[in-house]
């Protein structure tokens, strides 16, 4: 039962162009959004989050996006970098009004590759 | 301010054998995770601890997985006995109010 789903396994993009990763989920209850960064052997960091009462964060290159009636995410790169090569993991918390959101629930990731 | 520490990095073990894995979160973070990465998939969670006590371990296998978190400050998870499915990274994670942080993990091969 694959609560939240990446369907792409991996994206390959130009320096300077836009990524787009999208995330899938099933569960209605969720209300927290997150997406993780995660290098070769490192643990994931995040990255940036959005509430289930927006449709839309912003943060410097990253922007995700939410639509609820789809049940879907995405996460926008623009531009891209070769920095930014990494797993991409969206994630999804159901925190029922609560302050924690370290109980996640994780699709299986993106790889992203940005080719100079 | 320090990270999740977890240690050994790295672990390689035969089937059947038992296994622990330490955990040290962010001074101060009240809730702990574990969580297990198998290749190719995303992390899932094991266990988690709100002080000394567990509020979550519904998808811990506890014919062989156990955790502990004795003084509410660090953590051990160990697997006995072992199984080749366990072969993963395993990962803990720290949170006080809001995100949670995520240590390097340990990878865990069992042959």
């Known amino acids: 039962d694959q609560q939240v789903k990446q369907n792409s396994p991996s994206l390959s993009v130009q320096e300077g162009r836009i990524s787009i990763l999208n995330c899938d989920y099933t569960n209605s209850m969720f209300d927290y959004f997150l997406w993780y960064k995660k290098y070769p052997a490192e643990g994931p960091t995040f990255l940036i989050s959005i509430s289930s009462i927006k449709d839309k964060n912003e943060d410097g290159r990253f922007t995700v996006f939410l639509n609820k009636s789809a049940k879907h995410l995405s996460l926008h790169i623009v531009p891209s970098q070769p920095g930014d090569s990494a797993v991409y993991f969206c994630?999804?918390?159901?925190?029922?009004?609560?302050?924690?959101?370290?109980?996640?629930?994780f699709g299986q990731g993106t790889i992203l590759t940005v080719h100079p | 301010e320090a990270g999740v520490a977890q240690s050994p990095r790295y672990k390689i073990i035969e089937k059947r054998q038992s296994v622990a894995f330490w955990c040290n979160p962010i001074s101060g973070h009240a809730t702990l995770y574990w969580y297990q990465q198998i290749l190719g998939q995303g992390p899932k969670l094991l266990i988690q601890?709100?002080?000394?006590?567990?509020?979550?371990d519904s998808q811990l296998p506890k014919d062989r997985f156990s955790a502990e978190r004795l003084k509410g400050v660090d953590s051990t998870l160990k697997i006995q006995p072992a199984k080749l499915e366990d072969s993963a990274v395993y990962l803990c994670?720290?949170?006080?109010?809001?995100?949670?942080?995520f240590g390097q993990g340990t990878r865990l091969t069992v042959v």
């Open positions: 994670a720290s949170s006080s109010h809001t995100l949670a942080f």
């Open positions: 994630a999804a918390s159901d925190n029922a009004g609560g302050t924690s959101y370290g109980k996640l629930t």
């Open positions: 601890f709100q002080n000394n006590g567990v509020v979550d």
